[in-house]
Antibody
């Protein structure tokens, strides 16, 4: 079964850090470009960033609001995608989804991140 | 960055109605346009990719058209399970921008 499962969300104070994981199964993960997308409570969808697959060199790109604070990585041996989130702000509070970049046809269930003092 | 503008932001419709949602890109994106459906508390679901390619398993009452800067999602006969929020998104370049969403409500 094709599946993405996120984990690692929770409550963190402003200025803190959190690392989210996304476990992939049922498709060739190493070749897949992968994105993180977030959705603040009651708001629309916002692309966070992506990482290219092995053939694309594994390079990353980020949305302006998170550039320099978030870092996306992958471990193809574990079929797992990560996002390291540092210097968190209250406006980073959202459900975070991992998804396949390009056609965005596979999505995880999402994990909630709350940044609050 | 490419801006994606959807209209309307919300609409009320009845079961059986034909519904059209439009999406305009701030510059040409060829056909790199995806449409998603999202229900409360759930992940987005891809309906259409490449502007008009219906994802396998999606009912044929959904269709997409357009290229360049102007795109349309049409639901030919609205069903009860179609009440949701719909988003367009461009995958032509980064950042992968989304439209602000169109909420389809029951009239």
């Amino acid at each position: 079964e094709v599946q993405l499962v996120e984990s690692g969300g929770g409550l963190v104070k402003p200025g803190g850090s959190l690392r989210l994981s996304c476990a992939a199964s049922g498709f060739t993960f190493s070749n897949a470009w992968m994105s993180w997308v977030r959705q603040a409570p009651g708001k629309g969808l916002e692309w966070v960033g992506h990482i290219k697959g092995k053939t694309g060199g594994g390079t990353t790109d980020y949305a302006a609001p998170v550039k320099g604070r978030f870092s996306i990585s992958r471990d193809d041996s574990k079929n797992t995608l990560y996002v390291q989130m540092d210097s968190l702000k209250t406006e980073d509070t959202a459900v975070y989804y991992c998804t396949t970049d390009g056609t965005f046809d596979i999505w995880g269930q999402g994990t909630m991140v709350t940044v609050s003092s | 960055d490419i801006q994606m503008t959807q209209s309307p932001s919300s609409l009320s419709a009845s079961v059986g109605d034909r519904v059209t949602i439009t999406c305009r890109a701030s510059q040409s994106i060829s056909n790199y346009l995806n449409w998603f459906q999202q229900k409360p508390g759930k992940a987005p679901k891809l309906l259409i990719s490449a502007a008009s390619s219906l994802k396998s398993g999606v009912p044929s009452r959904f269709s997409g058209s357009g290229s360049g800067t102007d795109f349309t999602l049409t639901i030919s006969s609205l069903q009860p399970e179609d009440f949701a929020t719909y988003y367009c998104q461009q995958s032509y370049s980064t950042p992968r921008t989304f439209g602000q969403g169109t909420r389809v409500e029951i009239k």
